[in-house]
């Protein structure tokens, strides 16, 4: 079979002004790619008729999968509806079984009292020639059409509502099963390698050998991040054995150069594989947070089931906090200052008494934009992580602006932490 491309089309004039960050073409496109359909392309359009006429006929030129999000609520700037009737020839008609799913919500789930508005019942009108498309959590059915393109290849235009979780729920159960049964779909393998710590030009000087010898039907991804950098390997075939045992042979020539600084063997976050090595030694966690104001604390219990690890977290911004939260010297705030490793090594000591830790990670220093101390510029940072046997320290010298810096100071502390942990259980098994 042929390669499928896809098209995303975003429909929302809250898209284009910046005012609604658009998640659905992320998740689209991760699930297509997963059954095997590549997205070629992904446009925005505002609510306006003729540019999301346009923008169909444009995307039939490119591909055979069309999916549009968005335009389907009850009100009037909700045009997407009556645009694809005429779009496909069609009328509105009210679909009984989309009704009667509209009166359970209302009545069932959202516990109104009263009538349902004409609005609400017209949300049960949908294009006569589509194929409903069950919304389990919403009103806006999604729909199925079926057209041609130029060449007289089938085309599948879906349509569904732009509340993500609603989406999600029609895309997965609904959309999918239909969309792979309907085009069938290549054999697509993924193999990720994170790393931390080096940037990725010097990680591709790594790896020219490897992308030199990488068949048509394997590509090698760079996903950059805050002192990550993600290898994705992709491949694509219709040979599950063979292209499985191509895929782990090349998969280990990426491991071997980098192996001094990967972190984990896929995708997850450093958040994820601190919970997880916690978890498997089962013991627990703190932070105390100055420069950074909580943000470590919350990208670990931004995680389920994060409670088992994570005891709590100081964010202790001022000096007086220091002292009088975790215990940090007055002397040593006074000689030194508090973006200062002596400063980060009590807070780490006053963490693990405080919460009853095994393990405390600690960050102070300048997040800018402004600095008072000449002999400490913005991006000065002390990070530093332990438990009561010994503490590791590590000084960032950052570069960015406010809000970069302090996403950069929670990475490497957590990378720090990672570090420290695996460190100390290869000399417990010594």
Not at 95 to 123: C, D, G, M, P, T
Not at 301 to 316: M, Y
Not at 340 to 366: C, K, N, P, W
Request: overall charge negative.
């Amino acid at each position: 079979m042929s390669e499928i491309n896809a098209s995303i089309i975003t429909i929302g004039d809250e898209l284009l002004i910046g005012q609604t960050i658009d998640t659905n073409s992320a998740f689209i496109g991760q699930e297509l790619n997963k059954a095997g359909i590549w997205v070629k392309r992904r446009v925005a359009v505002g609510d306006v008729y003729n540019d999301i006429w346009n923008a169909l006929d444009e995307e039939k030129k490119y591909s055979r999968l069309i999916i549009l999000t968005g335009g389907l609520g009850p009100t009037a700037d909700d045009i997407t509806k009556p645009l694809l009737c005429d779009y496909f020839n069609t009328r509105l008609v009210r679909n009984e079984a989309v009704l009667a799913h509209i009166h359970h919500l209302f009545v069932n789930v959202y516990k109104r009292k009263v009538a349902l508005s004409e609005a609400n019942i017209r949300q049960a009108d949908l294009p006569e020639n589509c194929t409903v498309l069950h919304n389990e959590h919403g009103s806006a059915a999604g729909m199925w059409f079926e057209t041609e393109n130029k060449d007289g290849e089938k085309v599948i235009v879906i349509s569904m509502p732009g509340v993500p979780y609603e989406m999600k729920k029609i895309l997965v159960n609904e959309a999918l099963p239909r969309i792979t049964a309907y085009f069938g779909g290549d054999i697509v393998i993924h193999k990720v390698l994170s790393t931390f710590g080096m940037g990725e030009s010097m990680v591709a000087e790594k790896l020219t050998t490897l992308e030199s010898q990488l068949p048509p039907y394997i590509k090698l991804a760079y996903l950059p991040g805050y002192g990550m950098v993600k290898l994705r390997l992709t491949g694509r075939g219709n040979d599950r054995l063979k292209l499985e045992a191509e895929m782990n042979q090349f998969y280990q020539q990426l491991k071997d150069p980098l192996k001094n600084i990967t972190i984990a063997e896929n995708d997850d976050t450093l958040e994820i594989i601190i919970g997880q090595l916690l978890q498997k030694q089962q013991k627990k966690m703190a932070t105390a947070e100055s420069c950074t104001g909580g943000y470590i604390a919350h990208l670990i219990t931004s995680l389920p089931k994060s409670s088992p690890h994570f005891n709590g977290s100081a964010v202790t911004y001022n000096n007086e906090a220091k002292e009088n939260i975790l215990g940090v010297n007055h002397e040593t705030l006074e000689a030194v200052g508090a973006v200062s490793e002596e400063t980060a090594i009590q807070m780490v000591a006053g963490a693990l008494d405080r919460f009853h830790a095994d393990y405390a990670l600690a960050t102070t220093g300048i997040m800018g934009p402004a600095s008072d101390n000449d002999e400490k510029p913005v991006g000065t940072v002390w990070i530093a992580a332990g438990n009561r046997q010994n503490v590791i320290t590590k000084q960032l010298n950052l570069g960015y602006d406010r809000q970069r810096n302090i996403q950069s100071t929670a990475l490497q502390a957590l990378n720090l932490l990672r570090k420290f942990i695996i460190d100390e259980g290869m000399e417990g098994n010594i």
